[in-house]
């Protein structure tokens, strides 16, 4: 399904488009832009994994901030091939190589994921009132995104908090369901459950939820930033003007591109970057196209290419302590979850 919704929106994406145009004004990107923008978007993941380290300090006081960047840039280069498995799999390669429950450190995510989204509704709204006509009769779908968004996040939050504080009546629960079908089953979720709770319930204290919330902020002023030093890449403040309202409305509307599960947001993410440069902001097609297809391949070419470079030093590191080296998969192998 992911794969055939990829077609669809390249193949509607592009219908307008004079790809070779495109193509051309690819050809003469800003080599000064391209290294600034590539140096924000590693900067934006950075205080990523920083938010994402005190969100598991009650875990672990000294989780390696290197291994949770990289599970974070790995994550993503996982969700390139396929759309979602990297939130997992980011939570399985930093339990692993921390030594940590996976389980635990897979709660920490979903946490992370349920700020995100509030945080871009948040932003979208902020959108609607930095956007100089109104945004809700440019973009239809969105007020019911939103509302969508902020009622499952309401939902979600609710839930988590009464796991959180009815942690041995849901652990009863789960133990009387499983049990029915095997006791030694219904001691594993038992388990698996109380792992997770110890991940969702991670941050406790006021100090850690302010400067949580400041992590988020940064985060995403750090993405509309990219998405406005992408701008210049192209040198579309020669085409019209550029400013940071306009990156930043960018941001948040093309953000839901990435949310659709088609591979790293391919297909979703250039049909709505289009349609918001030429819609919103009358670029022409084919500027529009060129901008969505060059920072949609940084993109990738930095995720991909960090997963690779990951694993092979970590690998460097594990040879030089006479360790085995480990693969991709590894992090998959349930034998080495932490007791």
């Not at 759309?83 to 996976?102: A, D, H, K, Q």
């Not at 918001?276 to 670029?283: D, E, G, I, K, W």
Request: some cysteine; overall charge positive; hydrophobic content about 55%.
């Amino acid at each position: 399904m992911p794969v055939i919704l990829t077609f669809l929106f390249l193949y509607f994406a592009f219908l307008k488009v004079d790809l070779k145009k495109s193509f051309s004004l690819i050809l003469n990107t800003s080599l000064f832009w391209l290294i600034i923008y590539v140096l924000v978007f590693f900067l934006s993941h950075f205080i990523r994994a920083l938010r994402w380290k005190l969100m598991v300090k009650s875990v672990k006081q000294d989780v390696s901030l290197f291994n949770l960047f990289s599970a974070v840039m790995i994550g993503y280069g996982v969700n390139c091939v396929i759309p979602r498995l990297g939130e997992v799999y980011r939570g399985l390669f930093i339990g692993r190589w921390e030594g940590l429950s996976r389980t635990t450190m897979l709660g920490t995510v979903v946490i992370e994921r349920i700020i995100d989204i509030g945080a871009f509704a948040f932003a979208s709204l902020l959108s609607v009132y930095i956007f100089p006509g109104n945004l809700f009769d440019q973009v239809i779908w969105l007020k019911t995104s939103l509302m969508i968004g902020f009622a499952a996040i309401f939902v979600v939050s609710l839930l988590i908090v009464f796991m959180v504080k009815y942690e041995e009546k849901f652990g009863y629960v789960i133990v009387r369901i499983f049990s029915k079908f095997s006791k030694k089953l219904s001691e594993k979720f038992a388990e698996l459950f109380s792992t997770l709770i110890s991940g969702l319930s991670s941050i406790q204290d006021f100090k850690t939820i302010f400067i949580i919330i400041l992590y988020t902020a940064l985060i995403l002023f750090f993405y509309a930033l990219n998405s406005y030093v992408g701008f210049f890449m192209l040198d579309m403040q020669n085409y019209g003007t550029i400013n940071f309202a306009l990156a930043w409305v960018f941001m948040t509307i093309s953000a839901y591109g990435v949310i659709i599960p088609t591979p790293g947001g391919t297909g979703s993410y250039h049909i709505i970057s289009i349609f918001v440069l030429t819609q919103l902001y009358n670029f022409d097609y084919e500027l529009s196209a060129a901008y969505a297809l060059l920072t949609h391949f940084i993109s990738y070419f930095v995720f991909i290419g960090s997963t690779v470079g990951v694993i092979y030093l970590v690998n460097k590191f594990r040879v030089k302590k006479g360790i085995k080296k480990e693969n991709f998969f590894t992090v998959f192998d349930i034998n080495s979850e932490p007791k």
